[in-house]
């Protein structure tokens, strides 16, 4: 049973303006009275949260894409990821990630963590999922993805974090959890 967080400092909304309502975000502007009684703006991301899965083969690889980011003008590597569809389960949206970016399915997958990208400005939640006991199979990427599925090691892995080719939070925290893995044989439960 998890325990209430505290709501130590909390800012009370007194008014939310939409300023914007995209696919994937939407952006507002809530007024919000301040604990010690004034008041203040605070622009905020709403997005529906994510699934990302570390995929690990039987011979000790981990599954990659390579896919082009338009905010940050150019490719990156990255573990498979995706946003949840409305109502959609964490864990069925991992397995539906996994095998839509890299046409692989998993015999074994498990909930690793759940972290917040930027809580400063944002509610973006990413569940974290590794997947084991991979079976090969057909990639299914969106009609707008265009993915390079890549086994790397966990040397390779290291390289491409020293070089930038990773460089994204999930995937870094991704591979330091691979590490943990290699090392002690167990994830934290």
């Known amino acids: 049973?998890?325990?209430p967080i505290p709501k130590k400092f909390e800012e009370i909304t007194i008014s939310t303006e939409p300023v914007f309502q995209g696919k994937i975000i939407s952006l507002q502007v809530d007024t919000v009275k301040l604990p010690g009684g004034g008041e203040a703006t605070r622009e905020i991301v709403k997005h529906p949260g994510a699934v990302a899965v570390l995929a690990l083969t039987q011979d000790d690889k981990i599954l990659m894409v390579e896919q082009y980011r338009k905010p940050l003008e150019r490719s990156q590597v990255e573990i498979p990821a995706g946003k949840l569809d409305a109502g959609e389960d964490p864990l069925a949206a991992a397995q539906r990630e996994l095998q839509e970016e890299t046409g692989y399915r998993c015999g074994k997958i498990r909930l690793l963590?759940?972290?917040?990208?930027?809580?400063?400005?944002?509610?973006?939640?990413?569940?974290?999922y590794v997947a084991e006991e991979?079976?090969?199979?057909?990639a299914q990427p969106d009609e707008d993805e265009f993915l390079n599925v890549e086994e790397l090691t966990f040397e390779e892995a290291q390289e491409y974090i020293r070089d930038g080719r990773i460089s994204d939070a999930k995937t870094i925290m991704a591979v330091y959890a691979w590490q943990i893995y290699r090392l002690t044989g167990s994830l934290p439960e």
Do not use: V
């Not at 759940?114 to 400063?120: A, I, L, Q, R, V």
């Open 113 to 128: 963590s759940s972290f917040y990208t930027s809580p400063g400005f944002a509610d973006e939640i990413i569940h974290l």
């Open 1 to 3: 049973m998890t325990r």
């Open 134 to 138: 991979l079976i090969a199979g057909d």
